[in-house]
């Protein structure tokens, strides 16, 4: 499990270092209306991928006696989706170009529809590289399609210098990841319905999940498009962009790799608990200092990174740097819910967040714009986040006192690196040391104190020791002074 999450953040990180570098250079050759429109239509064509999307690949996952009736069957539905979405997309093509006023809309959502039918016909048999926590192979089968993206984005973006670079950059993905499914995976999937009933009836909950998860992820971007325009929404999405950093690129790859681990010791309920304790402990050690971070230096962030223009994006980004953190610790319950057959939860959890954030974004986002999304999601994500711990606590037999024995001091070391770093943001310049110095000193405060309150403790088993083992694995040291000896997490 340590290592599949280590591949999967390894794939996030490199993306993201695909994507930081595409943004620099696309923030200067394309619009905040370019974006906006993109992430519009994306939107709208995620929201039909996402409400069909019933996951089969999870409940193969589980089912370690799954063979080619289920393999086939997954197939066979995952292709008729892919036709089913591609022929929605071209009926709402035009209608929704005429909602949003605007007709570049149209021929975006066709090359969308083009796009989710070549996703459908790819090899269901690239399942089996996270089934057999083969994530090596899940990590170079993914940035290939990153690859293409990123220099098809870059190259069409100087040629053309619009929103046309954008959406060849996303066809661009799916052909690549389809070519690479038959390639790289030797299954060769066949036409089949043997298997329906038994992989409905695990994954009707998914979709369900799935759906809502959808809602939850863009009905920001739909409503803030809607009642601000465009522009707004630029700015909006490329903030969200950076101050959900820590979900995106920790919580999501590590939840992926985490499921089939959880799934294979759902029957010892002691080992569950400790690996779930111990995943909430490494993820908030890692996304709590790194969302106070963004916070404190989100305005050289902006004007390193994207240039003055977008400036206007920091109140924004300070205001989603705690939901980024919020989200990031509220993904490592689902893995738990799936791995114990408990379904229901999840989607249950977001329709009581969706009831409230939807009142809520509406009547904000009209009297305060962008910044009122901001507040919506940061308070309904808080209440979701409090519930789901919660409920996982009781399902595994965890008390509070070992929660707050967990993650405390990475709360107080995050503390101290904000107190640490608040003067730097105002007593530096130009921005770019500004950010170098705020990044130095916030990582070495909050390291150096975390340190010494875990061994001020008595280096208790868990997250830390489990860093330092995977770190001594790492570099050829089996072990380090003052570890010998001691019981492992």
């Known amino acids: 499990m340590a290592a599949g999450a280590a591949w999967m953040v390894a794939l996030r990180f490199a993306t993201r270092l695909l994507g930081v570098a595409s943004m620099l250079v696309l923030a200067r050759l394309l619009t905040p209306e370019d974006f906006g429109l993109v992430a519009l239509a994306t939107t709208i064509g995620a929201l039909l991928d996402i409400a069909s999307d019933f996951n089969f690949d999870l409940a193969?996952?589980?089912?370690?006696?799954?063979?080619?009736?289920?393999?086939?069957?997954?197939?066979?539905?995952?292709v008729l989706k892919g036709i089913l979405l591609a022929l929605l997309l071209l009926v709402l093509a035009r209608p929704t170009a005429s909602f949003f006023a605007d007709p570049r809309l149209e021929p975006i959502l066709c090359w969308l529809a083009l796009a989710a039918f070549l996703q459908g016909i790819g090899n269901i048999g690239t399942v089996d590289f996270r089934r057999e926590l083969e994530i090596a192979r899940e990590f170079r089968f993914h940035l290939y399609g990153r690859l293409a993206q990123f220099a098809t984005g870059l190259t069409l973006a100087f040629l053309w210098r619009d929103w046309r670079a954008l959406v060849a950059a996303v066809m661009a993905r799916r052909i690549v990841l389809l070519l690479a499914s038959y390639t790289m995976a030797a299954y060769r999937p066949r036409l089949s319905l043997a298997r329906v009933r038994e992989l409905v009836g695990f994954s009707k909950w998914m979709l369900a999940n799935n759906a809502l998860s959808f809602v939850r992820e863009r009905i920001d971007s739909l409503i803030v498009g809607k009642l601000a325009g465009p522009g707004p929404l630029g700015l909006y999405t490329i903030a969200q962009e950076i101050a959900d950093l820590p979900t995106s690129e920790l919580a999501q790859p590590v939840a992926r790799a985490i499921y089939p681990g959880f799934a294979r010791i759902a029957h010892e309920p002691r080992r569950l608990a400790e690996g779930y304790?111990?995943?909430?402990?490494?993820?908030?050690?890692?996304?709590?200092?790194?969302?106070?971070?963004?916070?404190?230096?989100?305005?050289?962030i902006v004007s390193v990174l994207l240039g003055a223009r977008w400036l206007e994006a920091v109140p924004l980004i300070e205001a989603l740097a705690l939901y980024g953190a919020i989200r990031t610790v509220s993904t490592t319950t689902g893995p738990v819910f799936l791995a114990l057959g408990r379904v229901r939860i999840e989607p249950l959890l977001l329709a009581v967040y969706l009831l409230l954030l939807v009142p809520l974004l509406l009547l904000l986002v009209s009297r305060q714009g962008v910044q009122g999304a901001a507040f919506a999601l940061t308070v309904c994500a808080g209440l979701q986040l409090v519930l789901a711990l919660v409920i996982a606590s009781r399902l595994l037999g965890l008390r509070p006192a070992r929660l707050l024995g967990a993650t405390w001091r990475t709360v107080v070391a995050t503390g101290v690196m904000a107190v640490a770093v608040l003067p730097i943001t105002t007593a530096i310049d130009p921005p770019a040391l500004r950010l170098l110095a705020g990044i130095a000193v916030g990582g070495t405060v909050f390291l150096v104190t975390?340190?010494?309150?875990?061994?001020?403790?008595?280096?208790?088993?868990?997250?830390?020791?489990?860093?330092?083992?995977?770190?001594?694995?790492?570099?050829?040291?089996?072990?380090?002074?003052?570890?010998?000896?001691?019981?492992?997490?």
């Open 60 to 78: 193969i996952i589980r089912d370690r006696g799954a063979g080619r009736p289920e393999y086939d069957t997954a197939w066979t539905l995952q």
């Open 277 to 300: 304790l111990e995943t909430l402990a490494l993820v908030l050690a890692i996304c709590l200092p790194t969302a106070a971070g963004i916070a404190l230096l989100a305005e050289p």
């Open 450 to 489: 975390h340190a010494a309150l875990w061994w001020a403790a008595g280096r208790p088993a868990g997250a830390e020791r489990t860093m330092l083992v995977q770190l001594g694995a790492l570099i050829g040291r089996p072990s380090w002074p003052g570890l010998a000896g001691a019981p492992p997490s």
